[in-house]
T-cell receptor, first 112, second 111 residues
Framework: DADVTQTPRNRITKTGKRIMLECSQTKGHDRMYWYRQDPGLGLRLIYYSFDVKDINKGEISDGYSVSRQAQAKFSLSLESAIPNQTALYFC???????????FGQGTRLTVV | QKEVEQDPGPLSVPEGAIVSLNCTYSNSAFQYFMWYRQYSRKGPELLMYTYSSGNKEDGRFTAQVDKSSKYISLFIRDSQPSDSATYLCAMHGSSASKIIFGSGTRLSIRP
């Protein structure tokens, strides 16, 4: 089983719909992250969480919200999806800043 | 100006060639430098992790950091078709709470 599991792997949704992307990890790490990846822009941080009670905005948090349900679970929501949120979304976890970040396989989201 | 600049490629080289991948950055506070490899339809995986200036070697891979020039490199010797992937540089400072990624360079090794 993968250390970081994202669901769904692919999703097509309509403009204005609410959608949730889920992430769970078995590494036992406190830190979890949500990134989006766009061609030519690399990975950009949406939200990050250092523990269940500590959630922080990243560089592109507008239009997104997150929930840290447990140490192992971190979900990302798009309250009202828009086409420019079409991207590849990655969840990641790390023990601390100076150790390896483990990424999930990604969720390809298309907003039509 | 982006904090981290990376040529997106694509870069195509024949099998066995030496590959050089590079990033430049603007923030002198960056002290930790990483290279991630991302295969198609997969998440990034850590390849190399270095601290401050200098070289680090791991098998066919060498990571080089020149803080005076704000320039980092990844060299791949005896490149193999299995090295075909997107390579992302990443970095952060000692007190930073987040990692800054480059946009990635797409590499293709021709058999």
């Amino acid at each position: 089983d993968a250390d970081v599991t994202q669901t769904p792997r692919n999703r097509i949704t309509k403009t204005g719909k609410r959608i949730m992307l889920e992430c769970s990890q078995t590494k036992g790490h406190d830190r979890m992250y949500w990134y989006r990846q766009d061609p030519g822009l690399g990975l950009r941080l949406i939200y990050y969480s250092f523990d269940v009670k500590d959630i922080n905005k990243g560089e592109i948090s507008d239009g997104y919200s997150v929930s840290r349900q447990a140490q192992a679970k971190f979900s990302l929501s798009l309250e009202s999806a828009i086409p420019n949120q079409t991207a590849l979304y990655f969840c990641a976890t790390s023990e601390n800043m100076n150790t390896e970040a483990f990424f999930g396989q990604g969720t390809r989201l298309t907003v039509v | 100006q982006k904090e981290v600049e990376q040529d997106p490629g694509p870069l195509s080289v024949p099998e066995g060639a030496i590959v050089s991948l590079n990033c430049t950055y603007s923030n002198s506070a960056f002290q930790y430098f990483m290279w991630y490899r991302q295969y198609s339809r997969k998440g990034p995986e850590l390849l190399m992790y270095t601290y401050s200036s200098g070289n680090k070697e791991d098998g066919r891979f060498t990571a080089q950091v020149d803080k005076s020039s704000k320039y980092i490199s990844l060299f791949i010797r005896d490149s193999q078709p299995s090295d075909s992937a997107t390579y992302l540089c990443a970095m952060h400072g000692s007190s930073a709470s987040k990692i800054i990624f480059g946009s990635g360079t797409r590499l293709s090794i021709r058999p």
